[in-house]
């Protein structure tokens, strides 16, 4: 996928209530070409397109495959997963998430000790892709958001060992802080093939980067 050029009219937010930093987040949001091409196509977010362009690099979603989405509301990845035509698609984040044809969805804290037992409930099989888009709230504290980070990708990994099928994928997003490495590292016995992929869609100052597994030996 071709990113979008970024030639669309900038917009400036000018209410003078709102902080400098909300203001500049806001105006970033507003001009941001993923965003605008997000509300052409009927996305829920720009984050779609982080998975479209990841998919284009490693071609790991065909269709009729069981997958799973880690993190997934607003639902942009589901909803590419649905139009790929996915025989089935196992959801869950914290945050209510509206609903998409195709999507079992759960709204629970994936960190929830019965998480895990609930969206096996409603898995259809063992799982051809579990992707895993977590964040935690971050504090604006690089080590502190990185650590809490690699806990959420190390129980998003404990969650793909158990359901993916042999030959699956595991995809992860992660922020770059040094542990990633030591982590990347221990995928690689469990793997044919472990990439690590930054996506046009990612903004260029974030420290996000995603982490993918390819062919799993159960």
């Given at each position: 996928?071709k990113?979008?050029?970024?030639?669309?009219?900038k917009?400036?937010?000018?209410?003078k209530?709102?902080?400098?930093?909300?203001?500049?987040?806001?105006?970033?949001?507003?001009n941001?070409?993923?965003?605008?091409?997000?509300?052409?196509?009927?996305?829920?977010?720009r984050?779609?397109?982080k998975?479209?362009?990841?998919?284009?690099?490693?071609?790991?979603l065909k269709?009729?495959?069981?997958?799973?989405?880690?993190g997934?509301?607003?639902?942009?990845?589901?909803?590419?997963?649905?139009?790929?035509?996915?025989?089935?698609?196992?959801?869950?984040?914290?945050?209510a998430?509206?609903?998409?044809?195709?999507?079992?969805?759960?709204?629970?804290?994936?960190?929830?000790?019965?998480?895990?037992d609930?969206?096996?409930?409603?898995?259809?099989?063992?799982?051809?892709?579990?992707?895993?888009?977590?964040?935690?709230?971050?504090?604006?504290?690089?080590?502190?958001?990185?650590?809490?980070?690699?806990?959420?990708?190390e129980m998003?990994?404990?969650?793909?060992?158990d359901?993916l099928?042999?030959?699956?994928?595991f995809?992860?997003?992660?922020?770059?802080?040094?542990?990633?490495?030591?982590?990347l590292a221990?995928?690689?016995?469990?793997?044919?093939?472990?990439?690590?992929?930054?996506?046009?869609?990612?903004?260029?100052?974030?420290?996000e980067?995603?982490?993918?597994?390819?062919?799993?030996?159960?």
């Amino acid at each position: 996928m071709k990113p979008p050029s970024g030639r669309e009219r900038k917009d400036r937010v000018k209410n003078k209530k709102i902080k400098d930093s909300s203001k500049q987040w806001l105006q970033r949001h507003i001009n941001d070409p993923y965003v605008h091409k997000a509300n052409a196509e009927g996305f829920r977010s720009r984050a779609a397109f982080k998975l479209i362009e990841i998919n284009e690099k490693i071609h790991i979603l065909k269709p009729g495959m069981k997958v799973v989405d880690l993190g997934a509301a607003p639902g942009g990845w589901s909803q590419v997963l649905a139009k790929k035509k996915m025989a089935h698609i196992a959801a869950i984040d914290i945050l209510a998430m509206d609903p998409i044809e195709g999507v079992d969805f759960i709204e629970m804290d994936f960190t929830d000790n019965e998480a895990p037992d609930r969206l096996k409930s409603i898995m259809q099989g063992e799982a051809d892709v579990v992707l895993s888009d977590l964040s935690p709230n971050t504090t604006g504290h690089k080590r502190t958001d990185h650590l809490r980070m690699m806990a959420l990708v190390e129980m998003a990994w404990d969650f793909a060992k158990d359901v993916l099928k042999p030959g699956g994928s595991f995809v992860t997003k992660v922020f770059q802080g040094g542990a990633e490495g030591d982590f990347l590292a221990g995928l690689k016995p469990h793997f044919q093939t472990v990439k690590h992929i930054k996506p046009p869609a990612s903004r260029s100052e974030s420290s996000e980067i995603y982490l993918i597994g390819i062919g799993f030996r159960k």
